[in-house]
Structures are given as C-alpha cells and as structure tokens.
Nanobody
Framework: QVQLVESGGGLVQAGGSLRLSCAAS????????MGWFRQAPGKEREFVAA????????PYADSVKGRFTISRDNTKNTAYLQMNSLEPEDTAVYYC??????????????????WGQGAQVTISS
C-alpha cells in the first residue's frame, strides 16, 4: 500500500526554522514528483513547493521563495522541506504529496494521487 508519512512539524517563534520530512513507501519514489502543500484554517489548500524525480526542477510559491528549500534523497525514499525565516503567516497544516513524474502542473493539487496525513506548523509572533 502506498503511504506518505510526514514528520518535523511543531511550534516555533517567528524567524525560526523547521525541517519537514516525508517518508514514502509502496511506490517508485525515484520516478515520482513530490510536492508540499499547506492549508491554513478557513483557507484553501495552497501549493508551497515541488521537486522533480531527479531534483533538477524545483518550483516554489512566491510567498516562500528564498526562505524554503525543497530537496529529496532517493536512496532514503524521503523528501524534505527546509523552512527558514518563518513568519506567522506560514502557520498551517503541511501536506506532502506524490504523483508519477510529469513535466507540467506541479502546482495543481488535483494532479497528485497520494497524500500524507499532514503536519502542523505553528509560528508564534
């Protein structure tokens, strides 16, 4: 069974850092696009970042560019989201997602077929 498990969420002060991890099992991780999305209370799920199977293409939402870094380790079947200079507006549940590799529509959550359970990230001011 395909499964994604996130870890690394928590509560930090504004300006701090967190690293989220997403461990994948049951699918061909090395040929999968991996994405991170987030959903704040009362808001729709929004794209944060994605990474192509080989790691060469990494689109980011404008709101996180320069602060967040997505990466992956195909030997560990794990994707990461390093989040620096965190702001209260980054508070949300963060989800990792996976799909078979394709070269378009990285930002569209409807194109991902597997989702993790979510990790709460809370930034205090």
């Amino acid at each position: 069974q395909v499964q994604l498990v996130e870890s690394g969420g928590g509560l930090v002060q504004a300006g701090g850092s967190l690293r989220l991890s997403c461990a994948a099992s049951g699918r061909a991780f090395s040929t999968s696009d991996m994405g991170w999305f987030r959903q704040a209370p009362g808001k729709e799920r929004e794209f944060v970042a994605a990474i192509s199977p080989g790691g060469g293409f990494k689109p980011y939402a404008d709101s996180v560019k320069g602060r967040f870094t997505i990466s992956r380790d195909n030997t560990k079947n794990t994707a990461y989201l390093q989040m620096n200079s965190l702001e209260p507006e980054d508070t949300a549940v963060y989800y990792c997602a996976a799909r078979n590799g394709r070269r378009v529509l990285f930002t569209n959550p409807n194109t991902y077929d597997t989702w993790g359970q979510g990790a709460q990230v809370t930034i205090s001011s």
